[in-house]
């Protein structure tokens, strides 16, 4: 499939068409054409199908924002399993690409000749095999599939060994570790943006910075922590696993969590999630990450009680 564009459009790829459990079309139709395209008349739709069948993707021109979001994603809301497809098609962009390239992607590649705006999704650049294009991978399909060739063709100074894919090339990744099924671990050296370990069901993410809004949300197992400060709805809808934060947290902590643990300096959350004492695990932790003594009462681990949990609706309806 090739598209020529005359101007750059957002969310081409986009297999959660921009959310559309959300806006129910109103902000996008995946059965629209997509704007400007010369000679073509292929819609959202047309391109996500591709996708899914394994077909590559050959855009001439520029594209906007959340190119390729969740590739390779079977998605509960359109009748899926929630888990990676296997065999997702390629992009192959000849211009420039918007930011949030590859949101919550799981299989499949994004190549692009040019430039590509920051902040990333959940990818990391990898040796090419098409000259004179970056290549990106999806960070979660790496740690699914250590075996394959592409865990030892990271771009330096990133590098996968041993189960642990180290991130320290500065680069700001929002939804890294997007459905982590494997154990495995993530350690990045500085920020992350949004949603750091949606989704995760196994594995663990050390982030040596900072993080954007809704971290670990909708955490369904493992355990995320983070070294510096979180903004707010940390742990949003987070059902299993651990969420640590030494630093600073905003506000909405644990809005509509119904599982887990989230370990923080102490706050209020949102009801009905509870502050309870440190238990002897909670002190580890702190410990592991230089807390303790009387600092760890600045802490406090904040939980749902099981009488408690509210309904089943989700935050981010469709995502599962």
């Known amino acids: 499939m090739e598209l020529k564009l005359t101007a750059p459009q957002d969310c081409i790829g986009d297999f959660t068409y921009n959310f ?3 806006h129910r079309g109103a902000k996008l139709n995946p059965a629209d054409a997509i704007p400007s395209q010369l000679g073509t008349s292929y819609s959202y739709e047309d391109v996500v199908e591709a996708l899914k069948n394994g077909e590559e993707v050959h855009i001439k021109g520029d594209v906007g924002k959340r190119l390729g979001s969740s590739l390779g994603v079977d998605l509960v809301y359109f009748g899926g399993s929630g888990k990676e ?18 949101m919550s992607m799981l299989s499949g590649s994004i190549y692009v000749k040019g430039k590509v705006e920051e ?4 990818v990391v650049q990898v040796k090419t095999d098409w000259e004179d294009y970056k290549k990106f991978v999806s960070i979660t399909w790496l740690l699914h599939h250590p075996e394959e060739k592409e865990t030892e063709s990271i771009l330096e100074p990133n590098e996968l060994k041993e189960g642990e894919l180290l991130l320290e090339d500065g680069i700001l ?5 997007a459905r982590c099924r494997k154990v495995a671990k993530v350690h990045v ?11 995760m069901r196994k594995g663990f993410v050390l982030v040596e910075g900072n993080a954007g809004m809704n971290a670990a949300a909708l955490l369904n197992g493992g ?14 809808e987070m059902r299993k696993g ?6 600073e947290c905003k506000g909405f902590v644990g809005a509509k969590m119904s599982g887990g643990r989230i370990i923080c300096r102490r706050t209020k959350p949102v009801p009905p999630v509870k502050e309870k004492a440190l238990e002897r695990e909670d002190l580890a932790l702190l410990a592991e990450f230089g807390i303790s003594g009387m600092i760890t009462m600045n802490y406090g681990r904040y939980e749902v009680n099981s009488s408690e949990i509210f309904g089943s609706n989700l935050f981010l309806k469709g995502l599962i």
């Open 20 to 22: 559309f459990w959300q």
């Open 85 to 102: 497809l296997p065999g997702a098609g390629s992009i192959i962009v000849d211009g420039n690409a918007g930011s949030y390239l590859g």
């Open 119 to 122: 902040p990333l999704g959940n």
């Open 173 to 177: 990744r929002s939804t890294l570790a």
């Open 189 to 199: 050296k500085g920020d992350v943006g949004i949603s750091v370990g949606i989704l």
């Open 223 to 236: 355990k995320v922590v983070i070294l510096g400060d979180a903004a707010e709805f940390l742990g949003v």
């Open 242 to 247: 651990v969420v640590f934060v030494k630093g």
